[in-house]
């Protein structure tokens, strides 16, 4: 008995759809790393294909269908890289839906990192948010993108500027000569008010597997945002290791604005050979201890716009880019 493909119909309004997919979809995924023990991770898919207008329905099972096809291919071969992966997803999306002529994937996880403390040396585990995604059409156009979200500690500079000047002026009073205010001023930072900072970079860019932007590290991303604050978290942390925080964090205090363009110029500096096409969303919210509001500073440019800036080629004001590397333009979402 050969049962009905209702998906295959007539809809009774016939109006094409840009998405039609699964959300939430959990799988496990192992990323190798080459000598050391692979990544185990346990990332949430979103997947997605276009309809035409004269299709009911698309057959969701072979969404899941691609995935896991594509996850017990990659048993065989080692994963390397998420964002590869989820093109082969897309990729398998389009062979499974001879209908479609998009498919999109994206995905969601934490990603676990061994870290030290600074001072004790302890051992800890840290958890950063990852995401990656892929775009792949009909004519063989692919696009990719990996990014990360890292919380870590900001101070403010002008509270501590403030303070800078009053502890100035008191030192003065008691009498105590300019040299050695300066020295002490100088060894020992002034007070200010501190921010959880999480800050977070997206890049975009055309799948070219075998030629340049063949992989980019998911750590290298997290040691760049983390580098761009004030001082990194810790989980775990003795007495000795709070007061290096504390101290790290004063003698390197930034605005929101400040983490934005240090991740900008990481960035640069880290990945020199990116191509200058790639889309870069680079984001930081800085989470106030003494507002109830939040500050907040992006930029989305082209790696090659970050370049000529960096490199003291400024562009007089940021403007929305015109991404070539990306298929479909696609706000960032990290």
């Known amino acids: 008995m050969i049962l009905p493909?209702?998906?295959?119909?007539?809809?009774?309004?016939k109006i094409s759809l840009t998405k039609v997919g699964v959300t939430e979809v959990k799988k496990m995924v192992e990323i190798a790393r080459?000598?050391?023990?692979?990544?185990?991770?346990?990332?949430?898919?979103?997947?997605?294909?276009?309809?035409?207008?004269?299709?009911?329905?698309a057959n969701l099972s072979r969404n899941l269908a691609a995935i896991d096809k594509v996850l017990e291919d990659a048993i065989k071969e080692p994963v390397y890289a998420i964002e590869d992966l989820c093109v082969d997803v897309s990729k398998e999306l389009l062979a499974k839906h001879d209908y479609a002529?998009?498919?999109e994937v994206s995905m969601q996880g934490e990603y676990m990192m061994k870290r030290r403390s600074p001072v004790t040396n302890m051992e800890c585990q840290e958890v950063y948010d990852i995401c990656a995604d892929a775009v792949a059409l009909r004519d063989g156009l692919i696009s990719k993108g990996i990014g990360a979200r890292v919380i870590a500690m900001t101070a403010c500079p002008c509270a501590q500027d403030i303070m800078?000047?009053?502890?100035?002026?008191?030192?003065?009073?008691?009498?105590?000569?300019?040299?050695?205010i300066d020295e002490f001023l100088e060894d020992m930072p002034m007070p200010t008010h501190n921010q959880r900072g999480i800050g977070s970079i997206k890049i975009e860019f055309a799948d070219h597997r075998?030629?340049?932007?063949?992989?980019?590290?998911?750590?290298?991303?997290?040691?760049?945002?983390?580098?761009?604050?004030?001082?990194?978290?810790?989980?775990?942390?003795?007495?000795?290791?709070?007061?290096?925080?504390?101290?790290?964090a004063h003698q390197n205090p930034k605005f929101v604005e400040d983490c934005v363009r240090a991740m900008a110029k990481n960035l640069v500096q880290k990945f020199p050979d990116l191509s200058d096409d790639a889309t870069i969303t680079i984001?930081?919210?800085?989470?106030?201890?003494?507002?109830?509001?939040?500050?907040?500073?992006?930029?989305i440019a082209t790696f090659g716009e970050l370049k000529r800036e960096v490199n003291g080629k400024a562009i007089v004001k940021a403007k929305e880019p015109s991404v070539t590397a990306k298929v479909g333009r696609r706000k960032a979402k990290v």
Do not use: W
């Open 34 to 57: 080459g000598p050391k023990r692979p990544i185990i991770l346990i990332p949430t898919f979103d997947i997605f294909v276009d309809l035409p207008s004269d299709r009911k329905g």
């Open 101 to 103: 002529s998009r498919a």
């Open 5 to 13: 493909d209702v998906q295959a119909g007539n809809p009774d309004v």
């Open 210 to 248: 075998d030629g340049e932007n063949k992989r980019i590290s998911i750590e290298s991303i997290i040691d760049i945002i983390e580098q761009s604050m004030s001082c990194r978290m810790f989980e775990l942390l003795k007495r000795q290791d709070e007061e290096y925080v504390v101290r790290t």
């Open 283 to 299: 984001k930081q919210v800085n989470e106030e201890s003494i507002h109830r509001h939040n500050a907040f500073a992006e930029r």
């Open 164 to 180: 800078k000047a009053e502890a100035e002026q008191k030192l003065r009073k008691l009498g105590i000569k300019q040299g050695q």
